[in-house]
């Protein structure tokens, strides 16, 4: 998918959906067109998103133009970080064990369960009297 030094990827996490594009540049983040520091307020996001570049060595070598929608902030920067590691892979392949090894290639497939009928929730049952 890559077009003129352009690498497209999608990550995904609960129901958060990025879809991110790389390219070489100074190590730039803009996530739906707002700053990396703007969008995730929260250090332990901004860690989180930034993890694939730190395991592979290559901070400040990419820009990154980050579409996300869907799930809260969590899910999204979860789904954002999916989306640089699968970007990344693309750009060199010889990545791909230190991002494995790290499990950020591998897509987060827990979501919440449904809630069940003659059921209060998933799982919670509605109060039982004996008497």
């Given at each position: 998918?890559?077009t003129?030094?352009?690498?497209?990827?999608?990550?995904?996490?609960?129901?958060a959906v990025?879809?991110?594009?790389?390219?070489?540049?100074?190590?730039?983040i803009?996530i739906?067109?707002?700053?990396l520091?703007?969008?995730?307020?929260?250090?332990?996001?901004?860690i989180?998103?930034?993890?694939?570049?730190q395991v592979?060595?290559?901070t400040?070598?990419?820009?990154?133009?980050?579409?996300?929608?869907?799930?809260?902030?969590?899910?999204?920067?979860?789904?954002v970080?999916?989306?640089?590691a699968?970007?990344?892979?693309?750009?060199?392949?010889?990545?791909?064990?230190p991002?494995?090894?790290?499990?950020?290639?591998t897509?987060?497939?827990r979501?919440?369960e449904r809630?069940?009928y003659?059921q209060?929730?998933a799982?919670?049952?509605?109060?039982?009297?004996?008497?």
């Open positions: 998918m890559s003129a030094g352009l690498i497209a990827a999608t990550g995904k996490r609960k129901n990025a879809r991110v594009q790389l390219k070489p540049g100074t190590g730039q803009l739906n067109d707002r700053t520091e703007n969008y995730f307020p929260r250090e332990i996001h901004r989180q998103i930034l993890q694939p570049f592979t060595s290559t400040g070598k990419f820009n990154a133009a980050v579409n996300v929608q869907g799930g809260g902030e969590m899910g999204q920067a979860g789904a970080r999916h989306g640089i699968k970007a990344l892979l693309q750009t060199n392949a010889a990545l791909r064990e991002l494995k090894k790290e499990g950020l290639l897509r987060d497939s979501v919440k809630k069940k003659g209060k929730g799982r919670r049952r509605f109060q039982y009297s004996k008497r």
